[in-house]
């Protein structure tokens, strides 16, 4: 007799990333209780399992949902301004005046857009590090995503608090209002070794201990960034960090695009991970972080999008795309990240990194986050291997569901959680306002 | 009183990527017997003409149709075929096996497939050289794109012809079928330097000038290519086809990676034109072509995907995203291709690389080519510059009409000369007959 869940879904393909990267053809997951009861062949699900609703989505493929693991969601207001310029005047004119007088509602608006755009083009968790970080929760709890937030934490005086000193009720603040929230959890960011302090960086790396949190920092993103961190530590960006202690499986690492050859070991034997970021790093001109070097040294390397600002796009599919492509041109080997690894960076990977074991694949007991890309479009066809489409040829639009414990948060056109013509109303009127506040 | 057209369409905004590279807001285009009759604010084109239908594509932005000056369509039905393999193993073990057996209903359905591809993510001119290019004629004849074909010109038996000297009759039948054609060109399409001798060469330009078409070859795509040239002609490729006399504003030369300082004087020089395709060059491991580099030497680039095997999409927007990141990234350069000048290599300079004129713009007296690209999703809001949406943050995808000489190929998931899910069951079938081919 077969036992009850919620809701099956069934496809024509299913791409497991399980340990044995397992793609299902005709394939079927049982989801109960927001999580995956059962995943299989279509015919062994439903001879095992019964629900009151199954969804056929049809020639489409089940993928684990894809997880961010950097970005600044709020930046999605800034996204497309002014943005061929050199980076100094783009800063200096654009994004700080603008960002200097911030308000809450302004990074409410611009987070529920950041997470309208990645509930339709199939990410169901992200990692953010911005101002205001409470209302950044606020948009993840009403729109039912997954993520991992934190303010920044800096020596900079900005809209958010004045005194670096400050930063820390803050965050005191907003671990006592999100800690176990079933989908929120706080993290502890850093912004770089440049602007935060060694003291800053020790006590927020201590807090995320004391915390059993995430630990996150921008690190070695330029050339200049180095030099800097040489002549004021004496130290590289990653030596530096491990001077401090700082360098341990709770420590995700942004971009890591300049490092060198002892870097590599150093970060390795740590076991920190690393977010790379590779369509900003090239819209910087910051240039290309050596992730086939990272692998061979065993670093788990995740991808992130980075915010809208520099990028211009919040879609894991274009940086998947990007991920895959651009180190084979770069190292003249086609072989530096194939397919399949791209999809790890986006998928397991970034669980690894954020220590939550429970996302990255289907497989029972793992959360239900899952996403069906609709393979029937023609630039999606014929299917040899479905992992192929996804990372070398799909694009975000091309997501027909996106579910997060086991609730349908977009589907085929329809947004479930987000009012998306008034909020893109709204949007209209943010954007007069940072228009109104430009240099 | 107002003059009579066809069809107004509305949108909120029009990049015409006339000299001026004007964006209008609450624009409007008139359409007339397939020309564009008048571009302009809506009131003012509202004002001077009347046509039985008016189009409100809302808050979407209305483009030249994108343009895409190399590729080799049937080869969608290869997309995604055992794609991470070294670059040799996968060419003799899986793509040149079946080649050899291509038939012209293979080429005639992957054409079709291609063409739909490219109807749904706004490209609506394209370049093709390969086998049986009648039936890729047949297939753009019918489906009501543009295109500029031809059959490869080469000295390598395959399905197509087995004696080298069997091409001539083969360009003279394909060139006597379809030459006045209103949106097919008859190309001459050589392979390359190193798979087309050097008379060959010279008899396929000569064709080209006596029948004012375009010729075309991949050229200089990879070090080795280059090597090899200089083993057998003791010239670089780019020198090699200038001794031969073939460099020309009537010559189009793909990919380009590998150049070097001589060989940018002599291509600006000729006034020849290069297509860029970089994510073919990436996933091939090729290189980076030295984009910044032609441009400053005055050479006039547009854009490619080259094959669905290896890219793996013909989606021209992410070709642009590509093209506008890349090179920022490699040569540590934050304005390396601004994206104007990501939009004018996938349109002008498309139009001036074919020398069809009446393309890449939308102005009076031009052709009636344009897409709209819906900027209502909320990953391309809030919208700043239209341009920076359709370069750094759009997906062909996100194109909700498409229109060639007039007339409307593709709408809100409709395509009106493609019967798609009978399409796509042939080409499962096509899939089948793949694989059964595989060493």
């Known amino acids: 007799m077969a036992s009850g869940c919620d809701l099956i879904l069934a496809a024509r393909w299913l791409a497991t990333q399980d340990d044995a990267r397992g793609v299902i053809e005709n394939a079927a997951v049982a989801v109960k209780d927001g999580l995956v009861a059962a995943v299989g062949p279509r015919s062994e699900v439903e001879a095992s399992w019964s629900a009151p609703k199954t969804l056929d989505l049809g020639r489409s493929c089940i993928l684990p949902g894809l997880i961010n693991t950097h970005g600044h969601a709020a930046m999605t207001v800034f996204r497309g301004l002014e943005d061929d310029l050199p980076l100094m005047d783009w800063l200096t004119k654009h994004i700080f005046p603008v960002e200097r007088q911030l308000t809450r509602e302004v990074v409410y608006l611009g987070s529920l857009l950041a997470a309208a755009e990645m ?19 606020r948009a993840v709890d009403a729109c039912g995503l997954r993520a991992v937030l934190g303010d920044g934490i800096f020596a900079v005086p900005q809209c958010a608090y004045t005194r670096p000193d400050e930063v820390w009720p803050i965050l005191a603040d907003f671990a006592a209002a999100w800690k176990g929230h079933p989908r929120i959890r706080p993290g502890y960011m850093a912004h770089s070794v440049y602007l935060t302090p060694p003291d800053m960086l020790v006590r927020a790396y201590e807090t995320a201990c004391r915390e059993e949190a995430l630990f996150c920092l921008h690190l070695a993103e330029t050339r200049a960034e180095t030099d800097n961190c040489l002549r004021d530590y004496g130290r590289r960006p990653a030596a530096h960090l491990e001077a ?54 065993g670093i788990n390397v995740a991808l992130g999008t980075d915010g809208a600002a520099s990028n211009n796009s919040l879609d894991l599919f274009s940086e998947m795309g990007f991920a895959a492509l651009l180190h084979k041109g770069v190292t003249l080997d086609p072989l530096a990240v194939p397919a399949q690894t791209a999809l790890d960076m986006a998928t397991r990977n970034a669980a690894g990194a954020l220590a939550w074991p429970e996302l990255g694949a289907l497989a029972p007991g793992r959360a239900a986050d899952l996403i069906a890309l609709d393979l029937a479009e023609p630039g999606l066809q014929p299917v040899y291997n479905p992992v192929s489409q996804a990372v070398y040829a799909a694009s975000g639009s091309q997501v027909l569901l996106t579910m997060v414990a086991g609730k349908i948060l977009y589907r085929d056109g329809r947004f479930e959680t987000i009012d998306l013509p008034s909020l893109l109303r709204e949007i209209e009127g943010v954007a007069a306002w940072v228009r109104a506040r430009l240099v």
Chains 1, 2 share one sequence.
Request: hydrophobic residues 45%.
């Open 119 to 137: 509930i339709r083009t199939g990410t169901t968790c992200f990692t953010d590090m911005y101002l205001f970080e409470e209302e950044t929760a």
């Open 244 to 297: 401090l202690g700082l360098l341990s499986p709770r420590s995700l690492l942004v971009h890591c695009v300049d490092l060198d050859a002892a870097d590599l070991p150093l970060i390795a034997a740590s076991g920190a991970h690393v977010s790379h970021c590779p369509k900003s790093n090239l819209k910087l001109a910051s240039g290309v972080a050596p992730v086939p070097a990272m692998r061979a040294a």
